[in-house]
């Protein structure tokens, strides 16, 4: 078998990545994972966050998702994402907008439940930011 796995990251908008790589780190919903050569089949919801992609010749690569699905397969790594793009196009300002108006409805919530699932939201929303700050350069200047 060839050295690391065949990696798609796929969008409703277009094919972003189609290459062999050594290795990609997923913000699966559970935390992130690693996928290198020869993973075991394994297949999870994605969170919003930042895939890592180490390409064949050791450099890293960053791409944003918004959520979505991965399918880990002996054939390699697919993401179906909701939306994905290259660090270099994620939007600061779009997620400090959400978070904005969480805490618009948040302060309107008429239940418990209801103020709970917003602040869970807005933390979401907030570690994303604090991500994309140690990502460093792209991330990190929108």
Known sequence: MAEGTKLEIVS???????EQVRSVTVPGAEGYFTVLGEHAPYMTTL???FITVVDTQG???VYYVSGG???VTP???TILAE???PIAEFDRAHIEGLIASGLTAQEAATTAEEESRLQHEIDT???LLLEAGSTGSAAAAH
Request: charged share 30%; net charge neutral; glycine share 8%.
């Open 69 to 71: 699905f991965s399918d």
């Open 12 to 18: 409703p908008e277009r094919l972003l990545l189609s």
């Open 125 to 127: 929303w907030r570690n």
């Open 83 to 85: 939306d994905a793009k």
């Open 47 to 49: 969170r919003a966050g």
């Open 59 to 61: 450099i890293s690569h």
């Open 75 to 77: 054939d390699g790594l």
